[in-house]
């Protein structure tokens, strides 16, 4: 997983109650890269987020071919 390919993907909290689609890759802050999400399930608001938090607490939706 490359850092270009995040932005589109989908990803679902761990617990399953929330879901969120990164739109892009934001300024790096406190040595951490951040990326603007929106909430597709949950809270629908946009909002950024830490790799590390990203990776803590969501699992990536795996696109399923059709």
Same mark, same amino acid.
């Given at each position: 997983?490359?850092?270009?390919? @995040? /932005?589109?993907?989908?990803w ?6 929330? /879901? @969120?689609?990164?739109?892009?890759? /934001? ?8 990326? @603007? ?26 696109a399923?071919?059709?």
């Amino acid at each position: 997983m490359t850092i270009s390919d @995040l /932005a589109g993907s989908e990803w679902e909290s761990k617990d399953g109650t929330r /879901a @969120l689609v990164v739109l892009h890759e /934001a300024a790096a802050w406190r040595g951490d890269r951040h990326f @603007l999400v929106k909430g597709i399930r949950g809270p629908n608001r946009q909002r950024l987020i830490s790799m590390t938090g990203l990776l803590g607490e969501y699992r990536r939706i795996e696109a399923t071919g059709g």
